[in-house]
Antibody
Framework: QVQLQESGPGLVKPSETLSLTCTVS????????WTWIRQPPGKGLEWIGY???????KYDSSVESRVTVSVDTAKNQFSLQLSSVTAADTAVYYC??????????????WGKGTTVTVSS | SYELTQPPSVSVSPGQTASITCSAD??????VCWYQQKSGQSPVVVIF???KRPSGIPERFSGSNSGNTATLTISGTQAMDEGYYYC??????????FGTGTRVTVL
C-alpha cells in the first residue's frame, strides 16, 4: 500500500516561506493527482491545492497568490511552498493522493500530517 | 473553495442511526465523498462518488445525494464511529471544497 510522509520545518517565522515535502513510497507518483490540505488547531479541513504528476496545478483562491505546489517525479516527491506566512497559517499540514476522475475526486491515501507553527 | 455546510454536531445512541447532512446549492449535480477523522489521526474516506464504500469500510456506512443536500448515514452506530465527519466535493471553478465538519457523539 502506498505511503505518504510529510517533512519540513515545524517552526516558521512570520513573513517567511513555509516549505514542505511529501515523499511517496511503495508506489509511483505517476498517473495520479496529489494534494496539500491543512487543519488549523481545533478547526476543519482546508484544501490548499493540487498537482498532477505532469505538473498541472490548481490552488484555492484564499492562498493562490502565496502558494506553489511542485512535483519531482524522479524523487517521487511533491512539495508545498507558502510565502509571507502569518499566525493564521499555523496548522497540521497533510499531503494526500487524489484518485478518481475530476468530477468525483477524493483522497484515498493521506500522510500522517506535520504540525507547522508560525511564530517569531 | 466550494463551500459546503454541515451541522456542528450529531448525537446518537449505540445501535441507532446517525444522519449527517451536507448542503450547498445544486450539490446533487456534483459527486460527494465523506471522511471520518478520529482524534489525532488523519482523515479516512468512508464514502466516495455519493454512495460507494471503499474496501474495508463497514456496510453500516451509506451515502446519498440529491437536490441541495448529501447525507451520510451510519446504521447501527457503534462507539468506534465517534469522531468528526467531513463531506467533500469538487467544483470545476473553485476546485476541492470541504464541509464545515460534524462531530458525532455516541452517547
Amino acid at each position: 500500500q502506498v505511503q505518504l510522509q510529510e517533512s519540513g520545518p515545524g517552526l516558521v517565522k512570520p513573513s517567511e516561506t513555509l516549505s514542505l515535502t511529501c515523499t511517496v513510497s511503495r508506489g509511483s507518483i505517476n498517473s495520479y493527482y496529489w494534494t496539500w490540505i491543512r487543519q488549523p488547531p481545533g478547526k476543519g479541513l482546508e484544501w490548499i491545492g493540487y498537482i498532477s504528476y505532469s505538473g498541472t496545478t490548481k490552488y484555492d483562491s484564499s492562498v493562490e497568490s502565496r502558494v506553489t505546489v511542485s512535483v519531482d517525479t524522479a524523487k517521487n516527491q511533491f512539495s508545498l511552498q507558502l510565502s509571507s506566512v502569518t499566525a493564521a497559517d499555523t496548522a497540521v499540514y497533510y499531503c494526500a493522493r487524489i484518485t478518481g476522475e475530476f468530477v468525483y475526486f477524493y483522497m484515498d491515501v493521506w500522510g500522517k500530517g506535520t504540525t507547522v507553527t508560525v511564530s517569531s | 473553495s466550494y463551500e459546503l455546510t454541515q451541522p456542528p454536531s450529531v448525537s446518537v445512541s449505540p445501535g441507532q442511526t446517525a444522519s449527517i447532512t451536507c448542503s450547498a446549492d445544486k450539490l446533487g449535480d456534483k459527486y460527494v465523498c465523506w471522511y471520518q477523522q478520529k482524534s489525532g489521526q488523519s482523515p479516512v474516506v468512508v464514502i466516495f462518488q455519493d454512495n460507494k464504500r471503499p474496501s474495508g469500510i463497514p456496510e453500516r456506512f451509506s451515502g446519498s445525494n440529491s437536490g441541495n443536500t448529501a447525507t451520510l448515514t451510519i446504521s447501527g452506530t457503534q462507539a468506534m464511529d465517534e469522531g468528526y465527519y467531513y463531506c467533500q466535493a469538487w467544483d470545476s471553478s473553485t476546485g476541492i471544497g470541504f464541509g464545515t465538519g460534524t462531530r458525532v457523539t455516541v452517547l
